[in-house]
């Protein structure tokens, strides 16, 4: 595994910069960090639980709920009757009802509630509402989808250039097909509501979300009041990755509804075989690619079709399709370039934001094209990367017309090669396969470029409160939500440097919409970017306060008086931060302060896609080796490198264990976690049983990870960059270094058809083509 020589952290020294434990690690261990379902619940707490379609497609005549309310404990059945305000759940696009209203869209769909005095109550009396459905035709391919012309919304096309006709005098040209799955987000904390009734028709909502403000404007939306009534809380998930963005909202919505009518607290959490058949996944995606390229390898031309399974509504796959448009690049200038994006409804969940959000699709499609190439020529695909990657005074305009200013891909991916000793490896690897007949090993090197901000221009905004109490301690409240990722650890650690105070003085609370309103989702990996400024910004007012306060006493200027420590210090006297504040509140000096943070720079035409949609990219690459069983189709993680840019890390050991599970996370994708839904549109894959995410026995022994030196060019928050999705691409190595066993095996120059994941049956097709 890695090893990384961090300075030690002190409570004296500076906060961020140096590695330090996570602010909620010691109580995770010891099972005292509380999630939803850990809270006390309050007398005559109800508990919910879903009544699910098990039809794909067909008109919902009728629903009979009679035995399921004689069971015992059992309170009452909640349909779309009793939704006192709007039937249609306040998604952007407007198409997704609540509860069922007249028509089911696919095997899972949640048609109502049963409410019961326990969980397994609750879960036993759904099972034997009958539901009278009369079945229609289900659209349950891409393929389908596509000659029906069956979209959540209309195709998006993106050009730059003449592609055909740079094609038609391209000295070569290749043809071929992708097929790219989805994946299940797996977060250890299921979805998860708990809603209680106040006073005066307001409410109290605990949700496990990243989007608490999300939550608070779909349930009061549902149910027919304002926002202010209602009030939603998160102090942590037990992991999101995008699955909590939107989804959670219904999960409030389904419970604020039977509260509503029932004027009872309820509790509903879905088990995991529910969550499964209930919530959306990472968009599976199809492609279609002509490309045309010289004998060097450098592109002149590509036309490219990507068609992703958005399921029965829109949900986000509008933006998640843009994205994919936006990352098809990746590291790569495309001259003359000609993208069609094609967003399919099928009779399946609606699939949602997945770590990555689109990019991962974008990259993978334009990585596969780079070692088709590669084989097609007989070189070396590093070398075919290399020939195409941005530079730094021409090539270096993106498709949508974003100038790529703080290209660092050159230099980065020489330091891996070099570092990972790739060329030696390479031949090493060529004479091992020469000598085994049935193990062939694969290698493959490959770069990310990713674009930080929300695509979405107005998400692009935070805001924070910072309080000092009278004793010196400081509280912070930012509109961020904790999934494990380290957000409060990393803006505790701001705030802290920001006010000179030792680390431990430092307190973030939970996410509250009722401190912080309108606050974007903890999404597009921003989280840091956006809140970590913001409650900077707020702290510095503080800071300003007092160091205009000391001024006064001191008779110096404010801008002389400095923070650290734990001590404020003038030119003429050094204090204790306690006693300053002390002194100040004394004299109604104001100790607290809130912070607003915009995203500068960005602007981008929704209709084109053209514009600067991203503040600025991350960088990095990976060199992974694997290796094949060409009898059974198994494969094995050998040796992972990585060098990746987070810019000045804030907190090194949380960005290294982020590159480290979003790598081993993205290998999952590619290699073991297959979603598969049968003829009749059921999902199959629903449990740990059939479905496979990696587990530590799937980490290679040899797994270096480095860090980047510079700092961010841009001026974010502490020079740093954002770590949550960028390193999530960098598993596409892995992808490519299995395309490149299956070639050692088959031999010749042909493009390698595999589909991903690449499990040992699709491992056994490619080389069997």
Known sequence: MSKHTHTAPTDTGPAAGVTRAHESARAQVAGAATYIDDMPEVRGTLHAAPILSTVAHGKLLGVDSNAALAMPGVRAVVLSRDIPGDPMLAAFAGDEPVFAIDTVQHIGQVIGVVVADTVMQARRAARKVKLHIEALPAILTVKDALAAKSFVLPPVYVKRGDAQAALSKAKHTLSGTLEVGGQEHFYLEGQVAYVLPLEQNQWWVYSSTQHPGEVQHWVSHALGIDNHAVKVECRRMGGGFGGKETQAGHLAVWAAIAANKLRRPVKLRLDRDDDFMVTGKRHPFAYEYTVGFDDTGRLSGLKLMMAANCGFSADLSGPVADRAIFHSDNAYFLEDVDIASFRCKLNTQSHTAFRGFGGPQGVIVIESIMGDIARHLGLDPMDVRMRNLYELKTRNTTHYGMRVEDNILQPLLSQLEHSAQYRRRKQAISAWNKTSPIIKRGIALTPVKFGISFTATLFNQAGALVHVYTDGSVQVNHGGSEMGQGLHTKVAQIVADELG?????????????????????????????????????????????????????????????????????????????????????????????????????????????????????????????????????????????????????????????????????????????????????????????????????????????????????????????????????????????????????????????????????????????
């Open 501 to 769: 105070v030792p680390f431990s003085r430092v307190l973030c609370t939970a996410s509250d919409t009722s401190k912080i309103p309108n606050a974007s989702a903890t999404a597009a990996s921003a989280g840091t970017d956006l809140n970590g400024r913001a409650a900077q910004f707020a702290a510095r007012h503080v800071r300003d306060n007092l160091a205009a306060f000391v001024s006064g006493l001191d008779g110096c200027g404010a801008g002389a008086v400095r923070f650290a420590g734990g001590n404020i210090m003038s030119p003429k006297l050094t204090r204790s931060f306690d006693d300053v504040v002390k002194q100040a509140y004394a004299n109604r000096i104001q100790l607290w302060s809130d912070g607003f943070y915009r995203t500068p720079k960005i602007h981008y035409d929704k209709v084109t896609l053209s514009g600067r949609p991203f503040y600025y990219f991350a960088y990095g690459a990976a060199c992974t080796e694997v290796a094949i069983d060409t009898l059974t189709g198994e494969s094995k993680v050998l040796k992972v490198d990585i060098l990746h840019d987070v810019g000045r890390s804030i907190n090194p050991g949380l960005d290294v264990g982020q590159i480290e599970g979003a790598f081993v996370q993205g290998m999952g994708w590619l290699t073991t976690e297959q979603l598969v839904w049968n003829d009749k549109g059921y999902l199959a894959t629903h449990a740990p049983s059939t479905y496979k995410i990696p587990t530590a026995g799937d980490v290679p022994a040899h797994f270096k990870v480095d860090l980047w030196h510079e700092p961010n060019p841009e001026d974010n928050v502490f020079g740093s960059k954002a770590v949550g999705e960028p390193p999530f691409m960098l598993a596409i190595s892995v992808f490519e270094a299995l395309r490149d066993a299956v070639a050692h095996a088959k031999g010749g120059q042909a493009p390698v058809q595999l589909t991903a994941p690449a499990t040992a049956e699709n491992v056994l097709k490619a080389l069997a083509v």
